[in-house]
């Protein structure tokens, strides 16, 4: 018997937020997987989402900045220790604070912090981690 588990990571679905329903084709990819787990890193925004995933696997979530806003409450990270790895799961703001600091920034400057830079402070927040999920600090593009 094969102790190794199958994860499926999942961000930004934003259902009741940016859209009314998961993709359908997203779900029966999901399901197709056959996982053991699902990880959603965060703007979830509302629990139907959770409700649905967990129907096809057990379903962790944390919570990201879109979450904040419509008040959908989730942990801001969550640790695992599977297949052998210390595993942190976190939406990538590191804070709420953090995220609107780099909006000001990209009002005042242009610019945005880079990706490395979340990473860093990521690893710095959870050093027991041997491996860091997020979703992307920043919008793709």
């Not at 402070?121 to 600090?137: R, S």
């Amino acid at each position: 018997m094969s102790t190794h588990q199958r994860i499926v990571i999942l961000a930004d679905t934003h259902v009741g937020d940016r859209t009314t329903v998961i993709e359908p084709a997203l779900l029966r990819a999901i399901e197709a997987e056959q996982p053991d787990r699902i990880f959603h890193a965060g703007d979830v925004c509302t629990p139907e989402v959770i409700q649905e995933l967990s129907q096809i696997a057990p379903t962790d979530a944390v919570q990201g900045n879109r979450d904040w806003f419509t008040g959908y409450h989730l942990p801001m990270e969550c640790h695992h220790h599977i297949n052998g790895v210390k595993i942190t799961l976190a939406h990538g703001h590191i804070s709420i604070w953090q995220w609107f600091l780099n909006y000001v920034f990209l009002f005042l400057f242009g610019t945005m912090s880079g990706h490395r830079q979340f990473q860093k402070k990521l690893a710095q927040k959870y050093p027991d981690a041997e491996d860091h999920l997020w979703a992307h600090p920043f919008p793709p593009g």
